[in-house]
């Protein structure tokens, strides 16, 4: 079972439709008793990175998710979930991530070219950089959609993907049970469900 956690932020639900698509059982919660029995779990999030991660922090699933991932358990974030599994964001201001992978979120304004629209928002063809499980399915090159208008750097012992725009992106990043994906796999299509397909079954629990 895939456990969504839900702490107030995100797009649970199209989430949720999207395992059941794929015939993968998912339960959204806020519990921690109901989300230990997930043997995977999935840390959305849309939004300003400060606002998120005080929620998470007030809901107390900050310490399960540290937990869980110590106990060996794949969690995958996705989108400001993502960019939350680091040490810290610079989103208008400075502000402390999870610290479950190394790196910093910044943003795109004065790293991109000036010409080019911010937020980042379309689909984008990834880069692979190393293999994992999460893109069995996946071939190079296949398109994803993304909206955001911070990235996360210095992230090179993780980074699994990047895209392009006008500089390197960090698309996807794995550190052993740690996943993350900046585009949002429920909205990109086929391609996106055959990475949460991955995530169901190639990931090892």
């Given at each position: 079972m895939i456990g969504i956690i839900d702490?107030?932020?995100g797009n649970l639900f199209s989430l949720?439709?999207?395992?059941?698509?794929?015939?993968?059982?998912?339960?959204?919660?806020?519990?921690?008793?109901?989300?230990?029995?997930?043997?995977r779990?999935?840390?959305?999030?849309v939004g300003a990175f400060e606002d998120a991660a005080r929620q998470l922090r007030e809901s107390g699933l900050d310490s399960f998710v540290k937990d869980a991932a110590a106990a060996g358990t794949p969690i995958m974030g996705i989108c400001l979930g993502m960019q939350m599994l680091f040490e810290k964001s610079l989103e208008f201001g400075e502000h402390k991530g999870l610290g479950l992978l190394k790196g910093t979120v910044v943003p795109m304004a004065g790293r991109i070219d000036p010409t080019l629209k911010i937020p980042h928002i379309g689909w984008n063809s990834l880069h692979m950089t190393k293999e994992s499980p999460l893109f069995a399915y996946t071939p190079e090159g296949t398109h994803?959609?993304?909206v955001h208008s911070f990235f996360a750097d210095g992230c090179e012992d993780s980074l699994i993907a990047e895209t392009e725009y006008s500089i390197p992106i960090t698309a996807a990043v794995?550190?052993?049970?740690?996943?993350?994906?900046q585009f949002h796999p429920e909205k990109s299509g086929a391609a996106g469900l055959q990475i949460l397909r991955a995530f169901c079954g190639e990931v090892k629990a």
């Open positions: 702490y107030g932020v949720q439709s999207s395992f059941a698509a794929i015939g993968c059982e998912a339960v959204v919660s806020g519990d921690r008793e109901q989300l230990r029995k997930a043997d779990l999935i840390l959305p999030g994803v959609y993304f794995q550190k052993d049970n740690v996943y993350g994906c």
